[in-house]
């Protein structure tokens, strides 16, 4: 009797894993070959050209790598190292999923106000984003963005301001952080100001006298004379206006309020007031006794 003995290899295998599963965009994942010790991996990603990897002895090859969209990565065959190599052509793959970056941006109305006056700011993005935001540089605050991806504040403002979007986290696991800043500004519009004088502040009567507005250029200034009905006067581009007139009795000029010109117009309702003191003419009577007399 006689015999031969054929060996049959076995065909090496693969499987392709990816740690963690699921990441933030720009993240890294380690993607982990496991198999026939010392085989040589033919892989592809995303079905992108074909590339190989080789086991080492343990049987484990690994690539770390960043990600910015969702990866398949798919095994395409295993050959043996050795004579004679052997392939096996049975496909299998590992998907990364991969999160995009909440985004948010922020909006304000209107975009100008006068000083005191209110504006609605909001943000809007990611449905559920927690956004961190600060006004004009000070301390970092949160808000929540709703289902819808907004969310709004309410407030008054006395001076110009910046809000700042420093970075917006998504919800979720995992939770997913855009630290690219973005800001808008809200202009906050001064009150006007004019102040009232007379010169001289007192004369006698039926004499003249100058009143003088000064203030902010072009203002409206609204104003009475002693609590009568309301006039107007507009002052210049140098933020002056007069008016000289005679005056009987002590005379008090009120100022009622100053509207800047422009869109929006803003409105001082700050009373002031000068008053101007008139003197009466000074009297003197004659009379003589007896009203009939002799020479000398």
């Not at 015999?3 to 699921?22: D, E, F, Q, R, W």
């Not at 009567?205 to 002693?226: D, K, L, M």
């Not at 009905?229 to 933020?239: A, D, F, K």
């Given at each position: 009797p006689?015999?031969?003995?054929?060996?049959?290899?076995?065909?090496?295998?693969?499987?392709?894993?990816?740690?963690?599963?699921?990441i933030c965009q720009n993240s890294s994942a380690t993607i982990t070959f496991t198999g026939t010790p010392n085989a040589i991996v033919t892989y592809n990603i995303n079905g992108g050209g074909n590339q190989t990897i080789t086991l080492n002895a343990s049987g484990t090859a690994t690539i770390v790598n960043t990600f910015?969209?969702?990866?398949?990565?798919?095994?395409?065959?295993?050959?043996?190292?050795?004579?004679?190599?052997?392939?096996?052509?049975?496909?299998?793959?590992?998907?990364?999923?991969?999160?995009?970056?909440?985004?948010?941006?922020?909006?304000?109305?209107?975009?100008?106000?006068?000083?005191?006056?209110?504006?609605?700011?909001?943000?809007?993005?990611?449905?559920?984003?927690?956004?961190?935001?600060?006004?004009?540089?000070?301390?970092?605050?949160?808000?929540?963005?709703?289902?819808?991806?907004?969310?709004?504040?309410?407030?008054?403002?006395?001076?110009?301001?910046?809000?700042?979007?420093v970075s917006v986290a998504s919800s979720g696991t995992p939770s997913c952080v855009n630290t690219t800043p973005s800001s808008v500004t809200l202009n906050v519009l001064p009150l006007p100001t004019a102040s009232v004088s007379v010169a001289p502040m007192t004369i006698c009567?039926?004499?003249?006298?100058?009143?003088?507005?000064?203030?902010?250029?072009?203002?409206?200034?609204?104003?009475?004379?002693?609590g009568?009905?309301?006039?107007?006067?507009?002052?210049?581009?140098?933020?002056?206006?007069?008016?000289?007139?005679?005056f009987s009795t002590n005379t008090i000029i009120n100022i009622v309020s100053v509207a800047s010109s422009g869109t929006p117009s803003c409105i001082n309702n700050t009373p002031s007031s000068v008053t101007l003191n008139v003197l009466p003419l000074p009297t003197a009577t004659v009379n003589v006794a007896p009203t009939t007399i002799c020479q000398n």
């Open positions: 006689s015999s031969v003995t054929l060996n049959v290899l076995p065909l090496p295998t693969a499987t392709v894993s990816v740690l963690p599963t699921t910015s969209t969702n990866t398949v990565i798919n095994i395409v065959s295993v050959t043996s190292s050795g004579t004679p190599s052997c392939v096996n052509t049975t496909p299998s793959s590992v998907t990364l999923n991969v999160l995009p970056l909440p985004t948010a941006t922020v909006s304000v109305l209107p975009t100008t106000i006068c000083q005191n006056s209110s504006a609605t700011i909001t943000f809007t993005g990611t449905p559920n984003a927690i956004v961190i935001y600060n006004i004009n540089g000070g301390g970092n605050q949160t808000i929540t963005l709703n289902a819808s991806g907004t969310a709004t504040i309410v407030n008054t403002f006395s001076t110009n301001t910046i809000i700042n979007i009567q039926n004499s003249s006298a100058t009143i003088t507005f000064t203030g902010t250029p072009n203002a409206i200034v609204t104003y009475n004379i002693n009568g009905g309301n006039q107007t006067i507009t002052l210049s581009t140098s933020g002056t206006a007069t008016i000289s007139n005679t």
